[in-house]
């Protein structure tokens, strides 16, 4: 089996990928070089995921691929097709936020906001695998997302909180 | 960032990659593309087409396999991530010091897609699983058009970004072979705890007789073109006792053997400064807590 494609009028591929984001199945054509990161927010409109170093660096666009928490801004559309994806629009699968979501808005972990996706979805990943991570486990878990403003503590205090742990709320 | 255009197939065997490689002129294998597609972002990489792993993996399964294997030692896939190596209990039961490199490399979302044979591959010479694998006198096999060749480790290395493999070959597996070293250790001295690459890279296999050395293996990262063995330090502490004062000796020798140089992330002199640092300590992990 190998990838369908279409060549468009400039005679560049066009393949044929089926890529389920957050429990449902889209298929879309994409180019070679369309990234996991554009196919969500130019193809989908799920603009949720944020593009920020677009290098690896920053952990913005930090989505799940069947469980795990990865950079979708190096992961080609080819390459995360069949692949489960979810997104931070994902996490919550009731109309209530998720409570990883709660606790950020409770301990003051969203300032500008724009780490608070990629940071959300790594926190999901990390309390998935270890559902009462210390606070040296939560900061390993987040060290590949970057935020400019929290400084982190109210960030990691949130999680641990998330996790069912006693934290004080200054 | 922007991505440039280029073709890409993703065919089933070992095989019709190899064959690919050759037919498709500036091609190149795409792994877990943590190294690739941010060198072609910033364009230092422009290659006309990708050869991706991904049916690979799933139509064979050792590329994705970290096991023992009697008579031949532990065999790791290629294409196994560094945080496959971290959570492999069999690779940490046997070798705890490759998973703790493993574990030293960027953050978790890199973890889950760079690959053991891209890191080999790429070259880099601060990467860090090539010193703790040459301690270790660990091999690779290479699978090309004309069958498979396995040659140690050390010696695929040429300088910054290059190396022995030929054009039509695939990385299928690294082996870290049964040896009488009874500890190992890497320890890597970064900028920050995560996401830094090595300023310094160090790792020690050594066999001890009580507080005897009888044989150790150095090898250091990012203070040379390519991972660097140690020969004098190795050979002045063959046969020593483990005491302070001999730790202390070897440290100034593999101070000065050392090749760094100066860049934006350290000076030549501190370079040389944390191999003699970072020496005693790996050493010294190696001998009290052996591959752990
Ligand atoms: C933010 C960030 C931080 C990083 N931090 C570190 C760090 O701390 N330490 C470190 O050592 N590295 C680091 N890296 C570098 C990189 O992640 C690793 O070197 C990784 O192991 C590369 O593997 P890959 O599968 O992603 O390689 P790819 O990008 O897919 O490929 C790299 C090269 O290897 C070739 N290749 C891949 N697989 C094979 C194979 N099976 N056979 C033959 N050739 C092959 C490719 O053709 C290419 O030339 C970092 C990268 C990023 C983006
Ligand atoms: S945008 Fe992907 S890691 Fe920064
Ligand atoms: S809240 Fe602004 S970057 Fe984290």
Do not use: W
């Not at chain 1, 080819?78 to 931070?88: G, P, R």
């Not at chain 2, 493993?102 to 044979?117: L, P």
């Not at chain 2, 290395?157 to 049964?178: A, S």
């Amino acid at each position: 089996m190998s990838e369908k494609f279409l060549l468009d009028d400039n005679g560049i591929k066009r393949f044929l990928v089926t890529i389920n984001v957050n429990g449902i199945d889209y298929t879309k054509m994409v180019k070679a070089n369309t990234l996991l990161a554009s196919f969500l927010r130019d193809d989908l409109d799920l603009t949720g995921t944020k593009r920020g170093c677009e290098l690896g660096d920053c952990g913005s666009c930090t989505v799940l691929v069947d469980g795990k928490p990865m950079n979708s801004c190096l992961i080609l559309a080819l390459e995360a097709d069949h692949k489960k994806i979810v997104t931070i629009e994902g996490v919550s699968t009731t109309d209530d936020l998720d409570i990883v979501q709660e606790k950020f808005l409770e301990f003051g972990a969203i300032q500008c906001g724009y780490c608070s996706p990629g940071m959300i979805m790594s926190a999901k990943a990390l309390l998935m695998r270890n559902p009462h991570p210390t606070y040296e486990e939560i900061a390993d878990g987040i060290a590949g997302n970057l935020c400019r403003c929290s400084g982190y503590i109210n960030i990691i205090r949130a999680i641990l909180s998330a996790s069912g742990q006693e934290v004080e709320n200054y | 960032m922007y991505l440039p255009d280029f073709d890409y197939y993703a065919p089933e065997s070992i095989g019709d990659v190899c064959r690919m490689l050759t037919e498709y002129e500036d091609s190149m294998i795409l792994s877990g593309g943590t190294d690739v597609l941010p060198k072609m972002k910033n364009a230092v990489l422009a290659p006309k087409t990708l050869i991706s792993l991904k049916r690979v993996i799933l139509n064979e399964p050792g590329m994705k396999s970290i096991s023992y294997e009697e008579g031949r030692g532990m065999v790791i896939g290629g294409a196994c991530t560094h945080n496959e190596l971290v959570f492999s209990e069999v690779l940490q039961s046997k070798y705890a010091s490759v998973s703790h490199a493993a574990q030293s490399i960027a953050a978790n979302q890199v973890r889950h897609a760079g690959t053991i044979a891209g890191n080999i591959i790429n070259a880099v010479p601060s990467a860090d699983l090539p010193p703790i694998l040459i301690a270790l006198n660990a091999s690779v096999t290479l699978v090309g058009i004309n069958g498979a060749r396995s040659l140690s480790l050390e010696s695929l290395f040429v300088g910054p970004g290059k190396t022995v493999i030929e054009r039509d070959e695939v990385l299928t597996e690294v082996v870290i072979p049964d040896q009488a070293m009874t500890g190992s250790a890497y320890f890597k001295y970064g900028l920050r705890k995560a996401g830094a690459l090595a300023t310094v890279g160090v790792a020690a296999a050594l066999q001890m007789e009580g507080n005897r050395i009888l044989d150790i293996r150095l090898a250091f990262g990012a203070v040379a073109p390519v991972p660097m063995r140690a020969p004098q330090t190795e050979s002045f502490l063959k046969g020593k006792e483990a005491t302070e004062e001999n730790l202390e000796a070897a440290a100034a020798i593999a101070h000065d053997e050392c090749k760094p140089i100066t860049d934006f992330r350290a000076s030549e002199e501190y370079r040389r400064d944390l191999v003699g640092v970072y020496s005693k300590r790996a050493i010294r992990k190696a001998i009290a807590d052996g591959h752990r």
